[in-house]
C-alpha cells in the first residue's frame, strides 16, 4: 500500500543537529556557558588558531574544513552560505542580548522543537549533513534553511 498521502513525520532539531562527530564552533563573544548546553555526542570547538579580529571568510573558511556549525549571533555569516563550496557546514544565528542566547541555545536541545520537512525523517538528515544550513533562531519562531548545490539535468 502506498503511503503518498501522509506527511512525512515531525524531526527534532536536535536530531538535526547530532550528527556523528559534529563540531560546534563558537564566535567570539559568546558566553562560555554555551558549551556546557551541548548534548552526549556533539562536541564544542574554540576557534583558538584565529586571532579575535579574525574575518568571517577566515572562521567561515573554519568551519568548512571541520566541517563544523558555527555558533554565532553575528549575522554577517549568513550570506557566506549561500557561496557554492563543496563542504557542508552550517550556521545557528542567536539573539544579539546575552541574557537570552543561553536560553536560545538550551531550546535548541530540547525534544519540544520541532519541524515538518517536505521528505522523509532520514533524507532530511542527509541532506542536511550534507549540505549548508542555517537556523535562524533569533525570532520566536525559528527558521531552518538548506542550502545546497544540486544541479539539475534538463
Excluded at 525523517?121 to 519562531?141: F, K, P, S, T, V
Aim: proline share 6%.
Amino acid at each position: 500500500m502506498s503511503h503518498w498521502h501522509r506527511s512525512p513525520r515531525a524531526i527534532s532539531v536536535k536530531a538535526l543537529l547530532i550528527r556523528s562527530k559534529l563540531r560546534f564552533i563558537f564566535d567570539h563573544g559568546l558566553p562560555v556557558e554555551l558549551a556546557t548546553c551541548l548534548p552526549e555526542g556533539a562536541y564544542a570547538v574554540h576557534p583558538t588558531g584565529l586571532a579575535q579580529q579574525a574575518s568571517c571568510e577566515e572562521v567561515a573558511e573554519l568551519c568548512q574544513r571541520k566541517h563544523g556549525i558555527l555558533v554565532t549571533a553575528n549575522s554577517e555569516y549568513a550570506s557566506l552560505l549561500s557561496l557554492d563550496v563543496k563542504a557542508p557546514w552550517g550556521v545557528i544565528l542567536l539573539p544579539e542580548k546575552e541574557p537570552t542566547q543561553l536560553d536560545v541555545f538550551r531550546r535548541l536541545f530540547a525534544e519540544t522543537l520541532v519541524f515538518r520537512p517536505a521528505v522523509e525523517r532520514m533524507a532530511m538528515i542527509e541532506h542536511a549533513g550534507r549540505n549548508r544550513l542555517l537556523l535562524d533562531m533569533r525570532q520566536d519562531q525559528p527558521v531552518l534553511s538548506i542550502f545546497c548545490s544540486c544541479r539539475w539535468l534538463l
